[in-house]
């Protein structure tokens, strides 16, 4: 009895399409997933610094001058 299932499940291979579909689209997702962090972080970085330059610009141009007057118009 034994040996018959052996053989049934050796000569059947009708799921193998559908579990190499997962395995790749697994794959796929997990890199999309690694290559979205890595990009994420880069513009997080540009946008921080480009948030840190206009604060700083904001801040030199709505201080007031030296004789009291104040440089924005």
């Known amino acids: 009895m034994?040996?018959?299932a052996l053989r049934v499940f050796r000569g059947s291979d009708?799921?193998?399409?559908l579990a190499e579909y997962c395995l790749l689209t697994a794959l796929v997702?997990?890199?999309a997933l690694?290559?979205?962090?890595?990009v994420s972080g880069g513009i997080q970085g540009?946008?921080?610094?480009?948030?840190?330059?206009?604060?700083?610009?904001?801040?030199?141009t709505s201080s007031p001058a030296p004789g009291g007057q104040s440089?924005?118009?």
């Open 34 to 38: 690694g290559i979205f962090s890595f």
């Open 2 to 4: 034994f040996p018959a």
């Open 46 to 60: 540009m946008w921080s610094a480009a948030d840190t330059t206009l604060v700083a610009a904001n801040a030199s």
């Open 14 to 17: 009708l799921g193998q399409d």
């Open 71 to 73: 440089t924005s118009r």
């Open 29 to 31: 997702a997990l890199l």
